[in-house]
Nanobody
Framework: QVQLVESGGGLVQAGDSLRLSCAVS????????MAWFRQAPGKERELVAI???????SYGNPVKGRFTISRDNAKNTVYLQMNSLEPEDTAVYYC????????????WGQGTQVTVSS
């Protein structure tokens, strides 16, 4: 059974940086597509960043140039480095994973709250 556990959320001020971590159990981590999503109160969940094994990444427009997704396959961990945080980044951030063949994200973490004050 695959489990995802996020950590690293918190309360920061606008302009600060924060790094989220997502520890993944399971032997097939290196083949997973890993992603970060976020959901703000009253808004739909949105895709923040995706990481494919091999170093390919993509980002949602609101975070391009500020956020970086990375993965450490030796530690079965995916990270989200968030710089120049804005109050609009306030949300619950979720780590998610899927196999290459899957059309949807099958594995989800419990979420970690990120709050950015102005």
């Amino acid at each position: 059974q695959v489990q995802l556990v996020e950590s690293g959320g918190g309360l920061v001020q606008a302009g600060d940086s924060l790094r989220l971590s997502c520890a993944v159990s399971g032997r097939a981590f290196t083949s997973y597509v890993m992603a970060w999503f976020r959901q703000a109160p009253g808004k739909e969940r949105e895709l923040v960043a995706i990481s494919w094994n091999g170093g390919v990444t993509s980002y949602g427009n609101p975070v391009k140039g500020r956020f970086t997704i990375s993965r450490d396959n030796a530690k079965n961990t995916v990270y989200l480095q968030m710089n120049s945080l804005e109050p609009e980044d306030t949300a619950v951030y979720y780590c998610a994973g899927r196999t290459l063949r899957s059309q949807s994200y099958d594995y989800w973490g419990q979420g970690t709250q990120v709050t950015v004050s102005s």
